[in-house]
């Protein structure tokens, strides 16, 4: 039997190449992004990584959920420390089309929280090992162009990523031992992930929509909407 890592490699393959391909990723690569586009991205991560750790640390007792529970990757910090010093606050205003797809994405990790926690293991492989992988190298290329901004989000307590991979890699190996069934359905659930991230970065690359393309109000007036949604407090 093929083992867990492969198996999300080689499902995954596609959806990795388009997510380098996307033209924020892009972007965050070159560099060229103003202060308000990665504010928005930092906020974006955030809000995700806020809903995963959550959920990793309520369930961190779960069988399956255990074998990958690794505070030390946890990145709500690091975004929330950065986000202070990019934006002077951890709740920026953020654009409508950006707060509708965390929401998607978000809604996505409860619903998997409350019936299939096993499934968050998905998220959690392609954000992490993304992280250590993509990420790391994203983290030399903004080190070397903002080196004295904040960039904790790339910065982690251990040196050795390749041997965290490969821990994580065992680990995920040790959940297609045990749960073979559940096999299919993590990749599939991996692939998912990697689309909510891809909306996610679409909708980055959208930036501020111009007032002009929101939609007119429900009163048929044509007073415009602010294309900036209001933050709602954090319960
Ligand atoms: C231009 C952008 C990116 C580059 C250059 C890049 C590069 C890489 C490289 C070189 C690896 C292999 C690392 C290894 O095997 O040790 C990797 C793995 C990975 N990347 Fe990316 N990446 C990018 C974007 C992303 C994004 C946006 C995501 C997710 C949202 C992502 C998720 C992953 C995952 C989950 C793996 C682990 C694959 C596996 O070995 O199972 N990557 N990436």
Redesign the pocket.
């Known amino acids: 039997m093929e083992k867990l890592?492969l198996r999300?490699?080689e499902f995954?393959a596609q959806a990795?190449r388009q997510?380098?391909g996307a033209d924020f990723?892009k972007k965050l690569?070159r560099g060229q992004f103003t202060d308000s586009e990665y504010i928005q991205y930092l906020w974006a991560l955030r809000e995700v990584y806020v809903e995963m750790e959550k959920w990793m640390e309520k369930q961190s007792q779960h069988p399956a959920l255990s074998l990958v529970f690794f505070p030390e990757l946890f990145r709500t910090q690091s975004l929330n420390q950065d986000l202070q010093a990019w934006a002077g606050t951890t709740e920026p205003e953020v654009p409508n089309h950006l707060q509708a797809e965390v929401d998607n994405y978000i809604h996505r990790l409860k619903e998997l929280a409350e019936n299939r926690p096993e499934l968050i293991v998905a998220h959690a492989?392609?954000?992490y090992?993304?992280d250590l992988?993509?990420g790391e190298?994203l983290g030399r290329v903004l080190q070397a162009r903002f080196g004295d901004r904040a960039l904790n989000f790339y910065r982690y307590d251990f040196d050795d990523f390749e041997a965290k991979?490969n821990l994580y890699r065992e680990r995920l190996d040790q959940i297609g031992e045990k749960w073979p069934d559940w096999i299919e359905e993590i990749c599939q659930e991996a692939e998912r992930a990697?689309d909510l991230?891809g909306a996610l970065f679409q909708a980055l690359s959208q930036g501020e929509r111009r007032p002009s393309e929101s939609a007119p109000l429900a009163d048929g007036s044509n007073k415009l909407k602010s294309p900036m949604a209001p933050r709602p407090e954090r319960a």
């Open positions: 890592s999300l490699r995954t990795h997510a380098e990723v690569f492989y392609v954000r090992l993304g992988s993509g190298m991979k990697f991230n």
